[in-house]
């Protein structure tokens, strides 16, 4: 039995610099980005980009994918919402943002091709009701990712630390945008492995949130055609 990405034809949406740990992350990559990293961090308006369509998605157990063209790609484990097309929030599963920190790094601008491609984003295992999460507040996140059988990193956060409420991310996503079969709905990270870390093809990468389980998935670099 293989079970695949919860989700049909919604689109997958993320949000950015919503923890400390990613805006002092993302400010030490790129030189160009600066103090611009930090006025986004504290603006009334969120970071919100477009991540994936449902073919870019994978399910617990399958392989996510390293660009060719990177040198530093990491894991970004978040808390995912479930939204109806009338933006209520029906559940929470378990996201995996993967990016090339060296492009985005590079400028800014590139966040799309950094972000955005085949095998990007994980989500899973389950969808549990929001009726039957623990208190959001409370909830941790955790990140271990394996390698040659030991652990190569591991760290945890808790969506307390997070610097904007999940109501508020839902109102500015849903301003201008109509989303007819729901929307996926990534809520940023917390947790960001050191600058001299990147995922390798063979790693193994576990994220576990409380009331949810823990999404895991190989890693691969190259084409998902190869």
Same mark, same amino acid.
């Given at each position: ?35 611009? #990293?930090?006025?986004?961090y504290r603006a009334e308006r969120p970071e ?47 996201? %995996? ?5 060296? *492009?985005?790094?590079? %400028?800014?601008? #590139? ?5 955005? #491609? ?59 945008n109509l989303f007819p079969h729901g929307v ?17 093809? $063979?790693?193994?990468?576990? *994220?576990?949130?409380? $009331?949810?389980?823990?999404?895991? %998935? ?9």
């Amino acid at each position: 039995v293989r079970l695949c990405a919860p989700l049909d034809a919604q689109e997958v949406w993320g949000a950015g610099l919503t923890y400390e740990r990613s805006k002092v992350a993302r400010h030490g990559e790129s030189e160009q980005g600066g103090s611009f #990293y930090e006025r986004v961090y504290r603006a009334e308006r969120p970071e919100l980009f477009f991540k994936a369509t449902p073919s870019r998605v994978v399910g617990p157990g399958q392989p996510v994918r390293v660009r060719r063209d990177t040198r530093w790609c990491v894991p970004e484990p978040e808390l995912a919402l479930v939204l109806s097309p009338a933006l209520r929030l029906v559940g929470f599963t378990i996201g %995996n943002d993967v990016s090339a920190r060296d *492009i985005e790094g590079e %400028n800014p601008l #590139y966040l799309p091709q950094a972000k955005v #491609y085949d095998a990007s984003c994980a989500l899973g295992p389950v969808i549990t009701l929001a009726s039957a999460m623990p208190p959001v507040g409370t909830l941790a996140i955790r990140l271990e990712i394996e390698r040659d059988g030991a652990i190569a990193f591991e760290g945890e956060t808790s969506v307390a630390r997070m610097a904007r409420s999940l109501d508020d991310l839902i109102d500015w996503l849903g301003r201008d945008n109509l989303f007819p079969h729901g929307v996926i709905l990534l809520t940023g990270t917390g947790i960001v492995p050191p600058d001299a870390f990147c995922l390798r093809p $063979g790693d193994l990468v576990r *994220i576990t949130i409380d $009331g949810i389980g823990t999404l895991s %998935n190989p890693v691969i670099q190259g084409s998902p055609l190869a």
